[in-house]
């Protein structure tokens, strides 16, 4: 079904707009990834301003209008849904499947009996009142009217010659009218508007002899080829949604600042890039501190070589920042509210989050496995394959992490030892399968050992992707102890990229201005406190954060 139309971002936009009220009866689904729309949503009470020196602000305070809050949130909604299309190729509509018992249903279930019930007592009365019909027939005609292309002129005239309400009504009078006779010609016109999956089920309405019964069908398919033209037309217009999406996102992102008079639109992403911030000044003094003890044979607090951070600050470039505040969203803690600038890919990033955690202990629990078991084991083909699913099926229910790793840690040991035995190898006696147990039940803390360095490990390979200035294979980068879940490392860093890259390419301008703002803050504190000249030392650090850049 060709589709010939295509429209722009803001063409988008006033389409959303009108059809916003309509749209309840479907949902909005992706890969995992749709019900983004339905996470977790900040309400924040404004509170008063107040200046740096404590006194309150001159002016009133403002408030924006409810127009104003419609109009943003009607823009945040739009930027929303062309970011799904832009980056989740599986986005669709679907029809939504309300709950059995729930209260929407019942109501919709006890209308739509109602309404069948009433025009199937109007066309039992004797003569027959046809009333309800040709008002319902007036429906179907609006109903295939709308899935019509701007192409098919033929049909859009057959449909109003032949579905002439006022013909049908004088039909009715005299009691000539053929309900059939319309019903199979509603049924043609759908099996030549329909997607090929709609062919079935349209070729079965010929079967169905009563009235009200047809038309309930009728009506049912009809919404589900609605469901379908929608869903062709979002994958024809991806392509040119795709090239638009970054501008037109940072468009509606810069509107939805500009109507946060009361509060600081960016407070979250500030929070979020200062943590990165101070993480990477961190780790560059523990680095430095060990450097100079490595040097020096001194362990004490002078060995940062004033390495202050303030100083470490102004030597780290934007870009380096940024990417470590994506590698923190690996670790995010989910009491914490996400960053404004990431929120539309929040439900992506704790998914790959909740992957990376598991596959992180997969890994050092075959690690652990291996190293225990001996060299036996190591040269047996599929095994660790094997292995791994048993640990993933295991990992799967909602028994807390010490219960599955008590039954994970029997079953390995029973696994080793039977394929020990198959490939006449001597079992491990009791005294290694209680050091096995213990080491993969200890696996419940983040701090073990070997978890936390596989940890590591994973992180700065993810850091390695979304850093890298020129292609390489990742397949040649795979940190050691990571082999086993190599696939699942190279899929879920290449998920993580896409997104990154996005929301890079969106909203750079934005965390350029906030590392910069971080940096002289910094640097503004340091010379309070040491009387360095503070003018000379920012017009030095402007220039070279002017001369840095987040690609």
Not at 253 to 271: A, N, P, R
Not at 326 to 352: A, C, H, K
Not at 431 to 439: I, N, P, S
């Amino acid at each position: 079904m060709p589709l010939d139309k295509k429209n722009d971002p803001e063409e988008v936009d006033q389409q959303e707009a009108k059809g916003a009220s309509s749209d309840d009866s479907h949902e909005l689904n992706s890969s995992g990834e749709g019900e983004i729309f339905r996470k977790r949503q900040r309400m924040r009470s404004p509170s008063p301003r107040i200046s740096p020196r404590g006194t309150p602000q001159a002016s009133p305070p403002r408030f924006a209008s409810m127009e104003q809050i419609m109009a943003a949130a009607s823009g945040v909604g739009n930027m929303a849904l062309a970011h799904e299309i832009a980056v989740d190729k599986d986005f669709e509509i679907k029809p939504v499947e309300l709950p059995e018992f729930s209260l929407e249903r019942q109501i919709k279930d006890i209308v739509h009996r109602a309404f069948w019930d009433n025009l199937q007592a109007s066309l039992d009365e004797e003569p027959p009142n046809y009333e309800h019909a040709i008002g319902m027939l007036g429906e179907v005609k609006q109903e295939l009217s709308s899935l019509l292309l701007p192409q098919h002129n033929k049909l859009r005239t057959e449909i109003n010659e032949v579905l002439d309400l006022a013909l049908i009504q004088q039909q009715a009078d005299h009691e000539s009218i053929d309900v059939y006779r319309y019903a199979n010609f509603i049924i043609s016109i759908m099996s030549k508007l329909c997607a090929p999956i709609r062919d079935e089920e349209i070729q079965k309405l010929s079967d169905i002899s009563d009235v009200v019964e047809l038309f309930k069908n009728i009506f049912r398919i009809i919404d589900l080829m609605k469901v379908d033209m929608a869903n062709f037309t979002i994958q024809s217009m991806r392509p040119h949604i795709q090239q638009q999406s970054v501008e037109y996102e940072r468009k509606k992102f810069e509107e939805f600042l500009k109507t946060q008079d009361q509060q600081d639109g960016l407070e979250f992403t500030k929070l979020w890039l200062k943590s990165a911030t101070d993480d990477i000044i961190k780790a560059q003094q523990t680095f430095q501190s060990s450097a100079a003890a490595n040097t020096s044979g001194s362990t004490s607090s002078t060995s940062v070589d004033g390495a202050t951070p303030s100083s470490t600050m102004a030597t780290v470039p934007p870009a380096v920042v940024l990417n470590q505040g994506y590698v923190n969203l690996l670790q995010w803690d989910n009491s914490q509210l996400y960053p404004e600038t990431l929120l539309m890919d929040q439900g992506r990033f704790y998914d790959i989050q909740s992957k990376v955690e598991e596959m992180v202990l997969v890994s050092s629990i075959l690690l652990i496995t291996y190293t225990t078991a001996g060299a036996a084991i190591a040269g047996i083909q599929g095994f660790i394959d094997k292995l791994k699913n048993v640990i993933k099926v295991l990992l799967e229910g909602d028994d807390d992490l010490d219960v599955k790793l008590v039954s994970i840690s029997e079953q390995i040991c029973k696994e080793v030892n039977e394929c020990l035995t198959q490939h006449n190898f001597p079992a491990m006696d009791e005294a290694r399968q209680d050091a096995l147990k213990k080491q993969i039940q200890h696996m419940k803390d983040k701090d073990d050992n070997v978890r936390k360095l596989l940890d590591t490990r994973t992180k700065a390979f993810f850091r390695l992707v979304i850093s890298a200035t020129v292609p390489f294979d990742p397949k040649t980068k795979i940190p050691p102890g990571l082999g086993p879940v190599h696939k699942e490392l190279l899929d879920l860093s290449g998920q993580f990229l896409r997104l990154i890259i996005h929301n890079r390419a969106v909203f750079t301008p934005f965390y350029a201005d906030i590392i910069k703002e971080l940096k002289t803050k910094t640097q503004t504190e340091e010379n309070a406190a040491t009387g360095t000249d503070t003018e000379n030392n920012q017009d030095k650090q402007n220039k070279e954060t002017n001369d840095e850049t987040l690609e």
